[in-house]
């Protein structure tokens, strides 16, 4: 993980301090430990503070920053760029608000980043080094290599366990596409230290990722490019959802490629040369930087999880059990290291249910979390549950009832009337099996089926329970949310 790129400025000398702090010495280990942990982001840091306030003598084992991921190029800097970016598309829109604005709004990109800077400061203090040695962690930098079933070497010390989690994360993975990497390009991991925009962009990849940086890029001012290599983004989204997606990056401008796959990539003049492939066909776009956004590997290949019989592969990274346990009974892990579902909700939750397991002998099932997620576009899209195709290949009936948001009284006074809820039903039933939002604030508004689901509330309880006005309900009378009046 890049620690070196962002401007020292005052929030990254207070952010390295409070994740990788100068001058840091190891602790003398203890003879043997409850629970050694590797990795410190979301589902490190997580389990350490459950496994310390369970009374476990635990170490946590880093080798980049603390805080991982999320904290530091991922959900944090990435969130905050995108609110900024959500201002400027607003006051570029602002006559249809009735506001007069200046017709050339110009971005101050420096201050864009030095503003995701301190917001990145500030939420590091939350997740420091001191504040869970103070919760009575052993924190050890360095790099973790498994040396036996029970033990792990961090440079040179051995650190002997009863239980141990891995919970190293994933990284961006890089595609092969020839001279990519002589051109150079730009990842999660490098792009938050940017201090000047490019001036024409080419994101490949249209996942999540891709699509939330692209939309943030083009709306702060630069010419910008996203291929996808399938027929619409965010494949594993219902196709209504995605559509909406390529037409709100339309609205906003950026280029959209869709079935375009880059097949190289060459340096002429300063600027460089992509081709892409498009129905055999090959064109080819000149930008100044390239972002891939094209999925993420776990961290595992390092590990030497062979030493401790632990199984692994590089796409789902370490092989674990319902219960997050590996097949060395005394090691569990959590989080993007082992999970499909690479968020950071899962990465904590996930991290619970392995202390839980590990330490208290429970039997926890990770298939029995509800998860839901977002993509952080505008509009943003939701889903928790099942999808229709997902209950059809199981053999449950479904109904959908759908709200388009422009029948929202709400979205039609904010001018959002771009998305949908639609919530599936079993059929003959108020149970939900499953939902996906297109809306603004898609994100929370997920929260509520997500806790329905885990509750048992079924669907005729939402509808009859009063919501303040302006949430998503078909204009008339309550019931036209229960399934006997339902619109499919
Ligand atoms: C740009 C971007 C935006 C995102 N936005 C969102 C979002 O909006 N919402 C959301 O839910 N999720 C989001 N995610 C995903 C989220 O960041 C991850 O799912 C989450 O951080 C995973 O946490 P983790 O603890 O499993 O792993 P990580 O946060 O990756 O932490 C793993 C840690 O292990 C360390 N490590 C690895 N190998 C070793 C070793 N051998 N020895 C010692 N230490 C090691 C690493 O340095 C790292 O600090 C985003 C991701 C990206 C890239």
Redesign the pocket.
Known sequence: ?NTNGAPRDAFERERLDNVRPPHWRNPQPARRYGLVI????????VAAYEAAALGARVAL???????????????V???SIIRTSRLYAEMRNAKQYGVQVPRDIRVDFAAVMRRMRGIRARISRDESVRRLVAANVDVFF????FSGTDTVT?DGTELRFRRALI??????DTPSIPGLAEAGYLT?ETVFDLTEAPRRLLVIGGG??GC??AQAFCRLGVATIIAQERPLFLPREERDAAQILAESFARDGMEVRLNARAVGVRVEHEQKLVDLVTDGDTSTVAVDAILT?TG?VP?VD??NLEAAGVSYDNTIGVHVDDFLQTGNRRIYA????C?AD??????DAS?RVAVGNALLSGRQRVSALVIP??T?TDPEIAHVGLYVRQALERRIPVKTFTIPMHDVDRAITDDDEMGFVKIHVRERTDRILGATIVARHAGEMINEITLAMVSGIGLETIARTMHSYGTPRPRGSNSQLTPSAARV
């Not at 360095?142 to 290599?145: F, V």
């Not at 919970?167 to 961006?172: I, L, M, S, V």
Request: proline share 5%; hydrophobic share 35%.
């Open positions: 993980m590797i990795g410190s982001g979301t589902a490190g840091q084992i880093e080798h980049g920053l603390f805080g991982g991921n999320c904290l530091n190029v991922g959900c800097p990435s969130k360095g790099d973790a290599r961090v919970a190293t994360g994933a990284r961006p999660n999540p990722l939330e940086m956004g993420r961290n390092e590990l959590a989080g993007d290291a999970l690479k968020f950071n909700h899962t990465a991290a997620w977002c952080y």
